[in-house]
């Protein structure tokens, strides 16, 4: 088990930025792979960006892809969400979560229900 809290959240401009950061604590986070997923008022929760366990592997859904970056410092255990060149479309309440891997896991990391640890979320709101 690992708990994870987010940060960075706020208020942004449309063509700005922001960094979100997920802290983690309660075990080696190195064990851990971590992936973003965010959820607009009256929207479903969906898939946004993934981390593999040492950063060698990234993905990211269609319509952040080019704009947003994760990254991850396991010394410091956090993951990175970077978002640039923000549109009003990307407000949303901005979740990390994880799951812990071993030999045998099959990945399915655009899955809310693949992961089993979640943080409580912060909101990012983009004004036009």
């Known amino acids: 088990q690992v708990q994870l809290v987010e940060s960075g959240g706020g208020l942004g401009q449309a063509g700005g930025s922001l960094r979100l950061s997920c802290a983690a604590s309660g075990r080696a986070f190195s064990r851990y792979v971590v992936g973003w997923f965010r959820q607009p008022p009256g929207k479903e929760r969906d898939f946004v960006s993934f981390?593999?366990?040492?950063?060698?592997?990234?993905n990211y859904a269609d319509p952040v892809k080019g704009r947003f970056t994760i990254s991850r410092d396991n010394a410091k255990n956090t993951v990175y969400l970077q978002m640039n060149s923000l549109k009003p479309e990307d407000t949303a309440v901005y979740y990390c979560a994880a799951r812990e891997i071993y030999i045998g896991n099959t990945y399915s990391v655009g899955l809310t229900s693949w992961y089993d640890n979640w943080g409580q979320g912060t909101q990012v709101t983009v004004s036009s």
């Open positions: 981390i593999s366990w040492n950063g060698d592997m990234t």
